[in-house]
């Protein structure tokens, strides 16, 4: 079991993602997908009751941390894993989906984010651009091969959103790319965790125009906003949920959400989880309420794909 009442480094939580894969042997498969830009492992878990590779279920792709001082993400993430290994509450989420848990995306930024700038928010990579070597990393948000180089996006080193030189530079990205192409056919919802604000997006966020699952994708995600209400405490945000471009003040292009959608992923979700103060210090939400966050994320989480399930 992992504590909840701190932030935990990269090992703490590649640790506990060992720890889980060694006592539930049937069940979690931990993968070493590639190394990070720094030689970071990339990591990530398969859960299934069945063979993973049996391809007869449905798969649920949850990652985290593309943004590495979004440090609520990780830990919602650690906690569904909690919730379908250890402290099974919710048996059908268990049986009848196979899963894809990845906590840290992007490994270097994350670290870095804990050992030199605490708002670090991009990968730590140096490309062939001289700029880059004053300015390391890529927004991998914007890293994307879908309406890569579109409108959110900086074509300079320096800004923190920064696309990198080409569409799939970033190995972190290409990560998440391959685990979307290999399992596309199959993966049912996939959901990117980010913080902060307290919002529920689907795609399109490269412009604001609907996608034409528009209206499973707003049913459901308002399933999730409902069941995250009544889990809540009274001085928690409540959530909103809608398209992403008219839902938040930006579009952007290059976003792993439109890039999974564009795949054919029907239920594709970006969550801002809540950030309490507002500001840049949204991001440093005060870690006693982790535990509150983990716990009304997964009872939304759980809410939102069974409605979908009931509106397929
Ligand atoms: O801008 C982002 O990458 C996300 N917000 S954050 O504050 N965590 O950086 C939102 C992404 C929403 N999706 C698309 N625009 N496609
Ligand atoms: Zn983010």
């Known amino acids: 079991v992992t504590p909840y009442n701190s932030y935990l480094c990269l090992d703490a939580i590649y640790g506990y993602m060992h720890h889980i894969s060694m006592r539930h042997k049937k069940t979690v498969t931990m993968v070493t997908a590639g190394h990070s830009f720094e030689g970071r492992p990339l990591k990530y878990l398969k859960i299934s009751t069945t063979n993973f590779h049996k391809k007869s279920k449905n798969i649920i792709f949850v990652d985290a941390a593309i943004h590495a001082r979004e440090w609520i993400a990780p830990p919602v993430v650690t906690w569904i894993i909690h919730k379908l290994t250890d402290d099974v509450t919710e048996p059908n989420m268990l049986n009848d989906f196979d899963w894809i848990l990845m906590p840290v995306v992007n490994p270097d930024g994350y670290e870095f984010s804990f050992s030199e700038k605490r708002l670090w928010r991009k990968t730590r990579s140096t490309n062939t651009d001289p ?182």
């Not at 398209?243 to 054919?264: E, I, P």
């Open 131 to 312: 700029q880059s070597f004053r300015c390391p990393g890529v927004d991998g948000n914007r890293n994307f091969d879908f309406a890569w180089g579109a409108t959110g996006s900086s074509s300079n080193p320096c800004s923190d959103t920064y696309r990198g030189n080409r569409a799939f530079s970033e190995v972190e990205t290409r990560t998440v790319r391959d685990i979307l192409n290999t399992y596309s056919y199959r993966i049912y919802m996939y959901i990117s965790m980010h913080s902060f604000g307290s919002m529920i997006l689907y795609p399109w966020g490269h412009n604001s125009s609907d996608s034409k699952y528009s209206f499973n994708l707003h049913l459901a995600s308002s399933a999730m906003v409902k069941a995250i209400r009544n889990a809540s405490l009274p001085h928690f945000p409540d959530y909103v949920n809608g398209n992403s471009g008219k839902t938040m003040f930006y579009t952007a292009g290059g976003a792993a959400d439109d890039y999974a959608h564009n795949l054919g992923i029907p239920y594709s979700y970006t969550f801002e989880l809540p950030g309490l103060s507002g500001g840049m210090h949204g991001f440093e939400l005060h870690p006693m309420h982790i535990k509150q966050v983990c716990k009304e994320t997964w009872i939304g989480l759980v809410a939102g794909i069974t409605k979908a399930t009931k509106l397929t």
